[in-house]
């Protein structure tokens, strides 16, 4: 069982910081915390039947206290990051006592040993702040969604943040030709097919092909198509704990795996052309994209046709603009200069640059 005293999701876990603190003096619960501790691969501080020590406190990143020992961290200054551990599901008191000694949730074992793993793997992690996540998907077929995608990523790698780049779409040939990545060592898509619950982040991102300060998970050239979506899950959550970027392709259809990764989008960007037909046709879109991502923008690619503007792309389609794209001219439209959005020139790095600075900072505003 689980419960929670603040509205928070979970415990902050501090990147860099070393493992949890245990308070308690009953040695069956020390028992099981420390079990579950290996499990998380954290490697805990243990206070046995005394009050913990200020720097111990002070500098834990999650601190777990036995309900038998609660009060010997009455006194002590409040902080964040406090579980009260008990096992009586029967106890009415335990929810006074965490008020008392202002713990942010109450676990009651074994039931919210799951929940407590996972915690426990974050901080091992070093998890902090979870990854931007930006969705982008085309309008119709060729409308330019992985050349943005790919350069939103390059764009973001270039500015020294970390970057994951995932592509989503088992027919799309592959992101990592477009990045130059595909002669790269590194795992694919068809390796993590069989991924199931928690997966490492940092052995993720070690995993992929890497081009400076982005990783790219992508397809290799043989006959596989499906991502599942419980790897999809495992993937992109990994992925996401990371923090920095995470840019994923999407397909036009919106499958079980799809579905799961539109849960984790923060973002997603429809890329429109500017003709009557494509406007159509991510109307469509749209329509099944929206009814799981609640945040979906249109960027409108030009050149311009059949009297169409941003504006009015956006308005026939029923969504928020992101920005427009006008037509690459000089090197940068020959494809010649490296991956899309490389050279941080034209219409394309603008529009990265811009939207990302404006995303990273919580500004819903996307320049033009």
């Known amino acids: ?38 499990a998380a691969g ?18 834990a990143p999650l601190v777990l206290v036995g309900v038998e020992s609660a009060a010997r961290i009455r006194g002590i200054p409040r902080r964040k990051g406090v579980l009260l551990i008990g096992r009586d599901p029967d106890d009415a008191e335990v929810w006074r006592t965490a008020h008392d000694i202002g713990a942010d949730h109450v676990l009651l074992l074994p039931d919210a040993e799951p929940w407590l793993v996972d915690r426990l793997a974050d901080i ?19 409308a330019g969604a992985s050349t943005l995608a790919c350069a939103l990523a390059v764009t973001s790698a270039r500015a020294g943040r970390r970057t994951m780049l995932i592509d989503g779409d088992p027919l799309g040939g592959g992101l990592d030709i477009l990045v130059g990545a595909e002669r790269s060592g590194g795992l694919r898509w068809p390796a993590l097919a069989d991924s199931r619950g928690r997966v490492n982040s940092g052995a993720l991102e070690e995993s992929l092909p890497r081009l400076d300060a982005l990783s790219v998970l992508s397809w290799d050239r043989g006959d596989s198509v499906v991502i599942p979506a419980p790897a999809m899950r495992s993937v992109l959550s990994a992925a996401r704990r990371r923090g920095g970027l995470v840019v994923v392709d999407l397909p036009r259809r919106v499958d079980d795996a799809v579905a799961e990764t539109l849960a984790q989008i923060d973002i997603g960007l429809l890329v429109v052309p500017a003709e009557l037909r494509a406007v159509a046709a991510a109307t469509r879109v749209a329509s099944a994209f929206t009814m799981v991502l609640k945040d979906l923008r249109v960027v409108v690619r030009g050149p311009f046709a059949d009297g169409l503007d941003g504006r009015e792309t956006s308005r026939l389609v029923g969504l928020p603009a992101a920005g427009e794209l006008p037509p690459e001219r000089g090197p940068d439209a020959l494809g010649s200069s490296g991956p899309p959005g490389s050279s941080g020139r034209g219409p394309l790095a603008r529009f990265c640059t811009a939207f990302l600075a404006a995303a990273l900072t919580d500004d819903g505003s996307v320049a033009a």
């Open 1 to 38: 069982m689980f419960g929670s005293t603040t509205p928070g999701p979970r415990p902050d876990a501090l990147e860099g910081a070393g493992g949890p603190l245990i308070v308690t003096e009953d040695e069956s619960l020390l028992d099981d915390l420390l079990r579950l501790c290996a």
């Open 42 to 59: 954290s490697e805990p501080e243990v206070v046995f039947g005394a009050p913990p020590r200020a720097p111990s406190w002070e500098g």
């Open 124 to 142: 091992a992690e070093g998890v902090g702040q979870p990854a931007l996540t930006v969705g982008v998907v085309g309008g119709r077929g060729g």
